[in-house]
């Protein structure tokens, strides 16, 4: 029997016991940020970005689908809506049940233990270079970049000449992010090894240089990010060299009947 994912189990947990505190708390997540800020975030990062126009989407961590119903309302765009939580999964599926019926909404689950099972689904919905944006927002702040890596990799592999990754992560540098890290010392320190929410912390740097790696050109939303911007970093990476993606392919998988060939040394 396959081990049971903590981690996975964090978020089940979370969505199962949540209960609304206000009137204006309808869906689990709607406690993260404020109306204003969710605005902010979808005018900057997917209206900016021509989400009008979109067709075909992957969201990864969509929880109760708080971007995807704007996405899918604002647009024709059919989204592959990936997450690690059943739970959460359940909480969206019935919040936008007539989109899931329609066929324009298609909720798939992260396993977590073959770093190929994303590109291998999107192989069998032909999706591979064939999606205009690869996005995620207010769920990959909590997730390791060495994990974070399997999710840039079938980004890379799966998007279309051009097409976007759209992202929010962690920034230890900016003001608002750095006084985030100071307030978790305390909370964090005693549960290290344990599953938790805390933010697995980025910089502008890393992000942008692990990314141009993999064949993107990556933009800050607002800018390059610097002390006094917002406390997240707002990624918007264009896929330009589809060459330097296909290289790393053999760090992610292999597809079916090809056998592996050398992988490109890293050191
Ligand atoms: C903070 S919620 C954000 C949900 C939604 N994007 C929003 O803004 O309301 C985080 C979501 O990411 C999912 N998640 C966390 N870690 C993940 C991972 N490693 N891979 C995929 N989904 C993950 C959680 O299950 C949850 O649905």
Not at 4 to 20: G, L, T
Not at 58 to 79: C, D, F, N, P, W
Not at 129 to 149: C, E, K, N
Not at 166 to 195: C, D
């Amino acid at each position: 029997m396959a081990p049971q994912n903590i981690y996975r189990s964090q978020w089940d947990r979370f969505a199962e016991k949540w209960r609304p505190k206000s009137e204006d708390l309808v869906w689990p997540g709607d406690e993260w940020g404020t109306r204003q800020h969710w605005d902010m975030i979808f005018r900057t990062m997917f209206l900016d970005y021509g989400v009008a126009d979109w067709k075909n989407c992957v969201e990864i961590g969509a929880g109760s689908g708080k971007y995807t119903e704007q996405v899918l309302r604002v647009s024709e765009a059919r989204i592959v809506a990936f997450d690690i939580s059943p739970s959460y999964q359940k909480v969206m599926r019935e919040r936008l049940s007539a989109y899931v019926a329609s066929g324009r909404l298609q909720p798939a689950i992260i396993e977590a233990r073959d770093p190929g099972e994303l590109i291998e689904y999107l192989e069998g919905q032909k999706l591979v270079r064939a999606l205009d944006t690869f996005y995620s927002i207010d769920a990959m702040v909590h997730v390791d970049l060495q994990y974070l890596m399997a999710y840039f990799m079938t980004a890379a592999l799966a998007l279309k000449e051009n097409g976007l990754m759209i992202m929010t992560l962690a920034n230890a540098i900016s003001k608002p992010g750095f006084k985030k890290l100071l307030q978790g010392v305390k909370q964090f320190y005693p549960m290290q090894g344990q599953p938790s929410a805390k933010f697995e912390w980025l910089s502008p740097e890393i992000v942008g240089t692990v990314l141009a790696n993999l064949g993107f050109d990556v933009t800050f939303v607002g800018g390059q990010p610097q002390l006094e911007s917002g406390r997240d970093l707002m990624v918007a990476a264009r896929l330009v060299d589809l060459d330097k993606a296909e290289q790393f392919r053999g760090y992610l998988y292999w597809p079916a009947g090809i056998p592996p060939a050398e992988v490109p040394s890293t050191s």
